[in-house]
Antibody, heavy 117, light 105 residues
Framework: EVQLVESGGVVVQPGGSLRLSCAAS????????MHWVRQVPGKGLEWVAL????????YYADSVKGRFTISRDNSRNSLYLQMNSLTTEDTALYYC??????????WGQGTLVTVSS | EIVMTQSPVTLSVSPGERATLSCRAS??????LAWYQQKPGQAPRLLIY???TRATGIPARFSGSGSGTEFTLTISSLQSEDFAVYYC???????FGQGTKVEIK
């Protein structure tokens, strides 16, 4: 059974930094591209970033480019999101998502990031 | 950026009735389109990919159609568990529509 378990979400002040983690199991992690998707509570879904299976290629939404960095450690079956220069607009539930060569076939339950003074 | 526009924003339907949800892409995406269902307090669940292929375990009452820029998700006979928010997504560069909430009439 595929499992994606996010962690690291906390309350952080504007301008602060945070690192989210996602522990993956139940599939061959280094065969798949992975993503982060976020959702402001009560609002829609926003794609944030992706990293290819080998960790070579990364892409970012314009809203986070230059501030967020996606990475992975295939030896630990783990995905990460380093978030810097956080603003209140980054407050959201962050999902770790597995890409099945196109569609997003498995989602974690999310970790909540709150940016507030 | 490819913009995905869903309509209507809210759809009121009685149980047992048919629901038709629309999704439009700002440029052609061929059939690189997925539909997701999200219930309160839950993560989204993949329903349809490649515009018309049901994901594993998805009931046959869910069907998808379309290509290019116009897409449709049809729920043939709404069950109580189908009342939720539905999102379309193009996976050429991963943007989502704003969602359609299917509520009980």
């Amino acid at each position: 059974e595929v499992q994606l378990v996010e962690s690291g979400g906390v309350v952080v002040q504007p301008g602060g930094s945070l690192r989210l983690s996602c522990a993956a199991s139940g599939f061959v992690f280094d065969d798949y591209t992975m993503h982060w998707v976020r959702q402001v509570p009560g609002k829609g879904l926003e794609w944030v970033a992706l990293i290819d299976w080998g960790g070579i290629s990364t892409y970012y939404a314009d809203s986070v480019k230059g501030r967020f960095t996606i990475s992975r450690d295939n030896s630990r079956n783990s995905l990460y999101l380093q978030m810097n220069s956080l603003t209140t607009e980054d407050t959201a539930l962050y999902y770790c998502v597995k890409d099945d060569y196109g569609p997003f076939d498995h989602w974690g339950q999310g970790t909540l990031v709150t940016v507030s003074s | 950026e490819i913009v995905m526009t869903q309509s209507p924003v809210t759809l009121s339907v009685s149980p047992g009735e048919r629901a038709t949800l629309s999704c439009r892409a700002s440029q052609s995406i061929s059939t690189n389109l997925a539909w997701y269902q999200q219930k309160p307090g839950q993560a989204p669940r993949l329903l349809i990919y490649a515009a018309s292929t049901r994901a594993t375990g998805i009931p046959a009452r869910f069907s998808g159609s379309g290509s290019g820029t116009e897409f449709t998700l049809t729920i043939s006979s709404l069950q109580s568990e189908d009342f939720a928010v539905y999102y379309c997504q193009q996976y050429k560069n991963w943007t989502f529509g704003q969602g359609t909430k299917v509520e009980i009439k």
